[in-house]
């Protein structure tokens, strides 16, 4: 079983950066990033197929963050910058096991990390 380790979240002000990073314990097929708000369901930010590398980015973010991947480190990152409040939440990296094409609903993923806090103050 795929086993999924975040780090990176942390405080930041506005107009700032992070970076996050999965490390996965093994090979998927596709990556996610997603983020849960205090009161609101978790939501797609953005996700990459392993082997290609093509990627899709929510539209709140797209032009903000950016999701890479590192195949010899078996790592995922995502790249914040310009970072608002609202972008505060819970960060999520999974992993689809069975299919390539990009997916953007959670019910498409297999495997979970752990979470890590991103708080951005104003």
């Known amino acids: 079983q795929v086993q999924l380790v975040e780090s990176g979240g942390g405080l930041v002000q506005a107009g700032g950066s992070l970076r996050l990073s999965c490390a996965a314990s093994?090979?998927?097929?596709?990556m996610g990033w997603f983020r849960q708000a205090p009161g609101k369901k978790r939501e797609f930010v953005a996700a990459i197929n392993w082997s290609v590398g093509n990627t899709a980015h929510a539209n709140s973010v797209k032009g903000r963050f950016t999701i890479s991947r590192d195949n010899a480190k078996d790592t995922v990152y995502l790249q914040m910058n310009s970072l608002k409040p609202e972008d505060t939440a819970v960060y999520y990296c999974a992993a689809n096991l069975r299919v390539s094409g990009l997916r953007t609903a959670e019910t498409e993923y297999d495997v979970w990390g752990q979470g890590t806090q991103v708080t951005v103050s104003s």
């Open positions: 093994g090979r998927t097929y596709v």
